[in-house]
C-alpha cells in the first residue's frame, strides 16, 4: 500500500516536473531593452555593444532595466553543418558567445529571439524540430531571456505544442532562461500559457500611434486575473516611449502626456517593459520618464497584481491595482478628444471602487512627482489634462490594511466564462466552430457556415474593358487626385494646429498642477 503511495507520488512528481517551466523567473515582470522598435532587423554587435554602455550610462540598468535583447535579424540564413544556429557573421564577426559576455561584464542580462514556426518573421531559420538543440545552444552561449515568436507554422501544428516543446527543451538544459512567447494572443495564451512561459503577447505588434497605443490597452482589460507571480504576466508589447519616428511617421502620434499615460498604464498592467528606443537620440525628458521610480515600483511590486480597468464613462477611465503593503495604485485617464477647446476633465475615485471603506481616511501620493497630496477619506478627485493621466498611490492612514482587494473583484464586466476559462484543445480550434448542431439537419437547425471555404471568384473578364469601365478609371483617378491634394492640405494644417495644441495641452496641464490635487473640502 505505502509502496504504491511512494509511486505514485514519484510519478507525480515527475509530472510537475515536465509538465511546468522551471526557471524561477515569475516573480516579477522582466523589463529591459529590445533592438526591434529601433532596428528591424539590421542589427550588429556595435549597436548591442553601445546601448549596453549607454543602459549603464544612462542609469536605465540601475533603474531596472537589466535584459538586452536582440530581436529578429541576428541569425545567419543557414544553419552548421551539425544544425545550429549561427550568427550572421558580417554583423557579429565576434559571435553570440563573446557579445553575452560583454553584456554581463556590463552587469546585464543577455536575450536572444527564435521562432515556433519554420522561419523567423524576418525569414531566418526557425526553431520548429530543432527545440533541444537551439535552446543547447542559447544556454552554451549564455543566453538569459528567450523572445519566442510565432512566424510560419502550419495550423495544424498547434500553437500550444510548438511553445510546450521549447518550454521543455529550455528546462532541459538546466540554465534558468526567461521563456516570453510571443504569439501576439493567439489561442488566448492567458489560459493556457502559465506554466508554458514567464509572459505571453497577448495582442498583435504595436505601432507607435496614440490609437494603437488606446487598442492595446483596451484589448488587455480583463485579462489581468490571469497573470501574476504564480502564473506569468500578460505582455502587451515592447514600449514606444521616446520613440522619434512617432512625428515623422505619424503627424497625430503621441506627445509627452500621451506617451507617460502609455508608460504608466503599461507599468500599472504589469507589463514586461522593454524600451523600443535607439538610446543614442532618446530625449532626455524620456529618460527621466522611463526612471521614474514609484512608477516603476508599481510595475515591479512584489504582491504581483495586475492593474485592470475598474470604472468607464464617456472618454474618462480609471484603473486600480492592489499593491503590496495594503496600498492602491490608482491611474485616472482622460481620454477626451485632442480637438476640444476645453481640454480638462474631473475624474473621481471613490474609495469603495478600490476596496476600501466608505469613509476611510487615506494619503493620496502624486506618484509621476513623488508628492503626497494629503489625506482624504471617501474620494479623491483630479483634473486631468486630455490624453493625460493621473497616477496615484492611496494609503489607508489607518487600517484595516487590506491587500486582498483586486480590480477584478465585484465587476460584472469580469464575470468568468467557465466553459471558456479550459485550455483550449488543437482539436477544437483546427476544426473551427460549427455551431450546437453539427449536422444542420433538423426544424430550426442552423449551422454556421465555414468562412474558410468561402471563396470570392471575380466574375470572368472577356474582351476589351468597355467604355463606362475606362471612364469611371479616368473619373476615379481624378477623385483621387482631388481627395489626395486636400489631405496634404490637411496634414499641413493639422501639424501646425497640433503644435498649438500642444503648448496647449502643455498650459493646461501646468493649470491642472495646480488645480488638480485640490478636491472640493480638502
Ligand atoms: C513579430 C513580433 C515582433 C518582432 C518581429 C520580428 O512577430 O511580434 O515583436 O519580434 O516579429 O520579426
Known amino acids: 500500500m505505502t509502496r504504491s503511495y511512494l509511486r505514485f507520488a514519484a510519478w507525480l512528481a515527475c509530472a510537475l516536473l515536465v509538465t511546468a ?11 529591459g531593452w529590445n533592438s526591434w522598435n529601433a532596428f528591424g532587423p539590421t542589427i550588429n554587435e556595435e549597436i548591442i555593444k553601445d546601448t549596453a554602455d549607454r543602459l549603464v550610462a544612462l542609469g536605465l540598468r540601475d533603474a531596472g532595466y537589466v535584459y538586452l535583447n536582440l530581436d529578429d535579424g541576428w541569425s545567419d540564413l543557414k544553419r552548421t553543418a551539425d544544425g545550429r544556429l549561427t550568427a ?12 553575452a559576455k560583454y553584456v554581463h561584464s556590463k552587469g546585464l542580462k543577455f536575450g536572444i529571439y527564435a521562432d ?16 533541444e538543440v537551439d535552446a543547447q545552444t542559447f544556454a552554451d552561449w549564455g543566453v538569459d531571456y528567450l523572445k519566442y515568436d510565432n512566424c510560419y507554422a502550419a495550423q495544424q501544428q498547434w500553437v500550444v505544442d510548438r511553445y510546450t516543446a521549447m518550454r521543455d527543451a529550455l528546462n532541459a538544459t538546466g540554465r534558468p532562461i526567461l521563456y516570453s512567447l ?31 497605443v488606446v487598442k492595446l490597452l483596451e484589448y488587455n482589460v480583463g485579462l489581468s486575473q490571469f497573470a501574476g507571480p504564480s502564473r506569468g504576466w500578460n505582455d502587451l508589447d515592447m514600449l514606444f516611449v521616446g520613440n ?26 504589469k507589463s514586461p517593459l522593454f524600451i523600443g528606443h535607439d538610446l543614442r537620440n532618446l530625449n532626455s525628458s524620456f529618460v527621466d520618464l522611463l526612471k521614474k521610480k514609484e512608477i516603476v515600483a508599481m510595475n515591479q511590486d512584489e504582491l504581483g497584481v495586475a492593474g485592470d480597468l475598474i ?3 464617456g472618454t474618462r477611465k480609471i484603473f486600480a491595482t492592489a499593491l503590496a503593503g495594503g496600498s492602491r495604485g490608482v491611474v485616472l485617464w482622460n481620454l477626451q478628444t485632442t480637438q476640444s477647446q476645453y481640454p480638462l476633465s474631473n475624474i473621481t475615485v471613490f474609495w469603495e471602487q478600490i476596496g476600501l471603506g466608505g469613509s476611510q481616511r487615506a494619503t493620496v501620493r502624486d506618484v509621476f512627482s513623488e508628492r503626497d497630496l494629503g489625506v482624504f477619506s471617501g474620494s479623491f478627485s483630479a483634473a486631468v489634462a486630455f490624453h493625460d493621466v493621473a497616477v496615484l498611490r492611496v494609503t489607508p492612514v489607518e487600517g484595516p490594511l487590506d491587500d486582498s482587494w483586486r480590480p477584478w473583484h465585484a465587476q460584472p464586466l469580469y464575470a468568468p466564462q467557465p466553459a471558456n476559462l479550459a485550455v483550449p484543445s488543437a482539436a477544437a480550434w483546427i476544426a473551427g466552430y460549427t455551431g450546437p448542431s453539427s ?15 468561402a471563396s470570392f471568384s471575380p466574375p470572368a473578364s472577356s474582351g476589351p474593358p468597355s467604355f463606362a469601365v475606362v471612364l469611371s478609371v479616368l473619373a476615379s483617378l481624378a477623385a483621387l487626385g482631388v481627395v489626395g491634394y486636400f489631405v496634404v492640405l490637411h496634414m499641413r494644417m493639422r501639424g501646425w494646429q497640433q ?15 495646480t488645480r488638480r490635487y485640490s478636491p472640493p473640502g480638502s
Not at 184 to 211: C, Y
Request: proline share 8%; charged share 20%; hydrophobic share 35%.
Open 88 to 99: 550572421n557573421k558580417t554583423a557579429f564577426p565576434s559571435g553570440i558567445p563573446a557579445l
Open 439 to 453: 449536422s444542420g439537419s433538423g426544424p430550426g437547425s442552423k449551422q454556421q457556415p465555414d468562412i474558410r471555404k
Open 116 to 131: 515556433a514556426g519554420n522561419m523567423t518573421c524576418a525569414g531566418f531559420p526557425g526553431s520548429l524540430g530543432f527545440e
Open 499 to 513: 503644435l498649438d495644441e500642444n503648448e496647449g495641452a502643455r498650459k493646461m496641464s501646468e493649470m491642472s498642477q
Open 182 to 212: 510571443c504569439n501576439w494572443g493567439v489561442a488566448e495564451p492567458w489560459l493556457w500559457a502559465s506554466g508554458v512561459g514567464n509572459s505571453w503577447r497577448t495582442t498583435e505588434d504595436i505601432e507607435p500611434t496614440w490609437d494603437n
Open 311 to 313: 470604472w468607464q464613462q
Open 21 to 31: 517551466l522551471d526557471n524561477g523567473l515569475n516573480a516579477k515582470p522582466a523589463m
Open 244 to 269: 522619434s519616428r512617432l512625428g515623422e511617421y505619424h503627424p497625430f502620434g503621441p506627445f509627452y502626456q500621451e506617451q507617460r499615460a502609455h508608460f504608466a498604464l503599461w507599468a500599472l498592467f
